[in-house]
């Protein structure tokens, strides 16, 4: 793993814009793996308030909330495009459908969207307790897509953007953890000191499914940008 340690979400979204730019320089992404929460939208507002053409890019999103529609400000189709999509058009994105009843079904359509798309760059943050997509605590490493059980900590951290913790969804499609490390390049954003502890397990533990984010230690390429806070808890 290479680690930048950055001043503020503004300097990280900076880096992180340079390596997209590259990239599409080099005609090496086709396909954008993003993710949704708080942390990547300075990265977004970068992408966002540049001439960058994603025209020919493919996009695949993480993860959507099981029982809330495109519609819902909730939901991650709303989220992405309110932060990316309605202002960079991508050539077509692809996101869970959280309105499909049949997990089987939808999991299946996710898995072969994934595999006829391999991601070129990821991009991920990270939830307190280390997960990432919707991969919670116990998510094997050999994770394809899945309907997956949101745990206490994370409605408590996802609530507050909610009216109410009784309106959190309990339930999400993710993409699996086997599908993000398929990504030849990960780009991981984790600003503030509610995330010291994910990223001190995730850079230096050993690997373990008690903090999904450590399976990336077995990753070839990844790039994670954390500020000082969420570098805090780092030995090494
Ligand atoms: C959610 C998303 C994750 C995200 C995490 C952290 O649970 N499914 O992809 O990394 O929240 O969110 P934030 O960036 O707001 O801290």
Redesign the pocket.
């Known amino acids: 793993m290479k680690i930048h340690i950055v001043k503020d979400n503004i300097e990280g979204a900076e880096l992180g814009y340079s390596i997209i730019k590259e990239a599409l320089e080099n005609k090496s992404l086709n396909v954008f793996g993003l993710?949704?929460?708080?942390?990547?939208i300075s990265f977004y507002d970068r992408l966002t308030a540049s001439d960058l053409d994603f025209t020919d890019v493919v996009s695949v999103n993480?993860?959507e909330y099981i029982g809330i529609g495109a519609d819902h400000d909730q939901s991650?189709h709303y989220f992405m495009n309110e932060h990316l999509f309605a202002k960079k058009p991508f050539k077509v994105n692809h996101l869970p459908n959280g309105l499909e009843t049949d997990a089987q079904k939808e999991c299946d359509r996710y898995d072969a969207i994934i595999a006829s798309n391999p991601i070129d760059i990821q991009i991920?943050?990270?939830?307190?307790n280390g997960?990432?997509?919707?991969n919670e605590p116990g998510a094997s490493f050999d994770s394809t897509t899945e309907k997956v059980s949101?745990t206490e900590s994370?409605i408590q951290?996802?609530s507050r953007n909610f009216d109410s913790i009784d309106d959190v969804p309990r339930f999400?499609y993710?993409m699996g953890i086997k599908s993000i490390m398929s990504a030849k390049k990960i780009i991981l954003?984790a600003y503030?000191e509610?995330?010291a502890d994910a990223i001190k397990g995730m850079i230096e533990d050993t690997p373990t499914t008690d903090l999904p984010a450590s399976a990336l230690q077995n990753h070839q390429d990844v790039i994670v940008i954390v500020d000082e806070a969420a570098a805090s808890k780092l030995t090494k």
């Open positions: 993710a949704t929460g708080s942390t990547p993480l993860d991650y991920l943050g990270i939830g307190e997960h990432i997509g919707f949101l994370t951290a996802n999400a993710s954003f503030g509610k995330k």
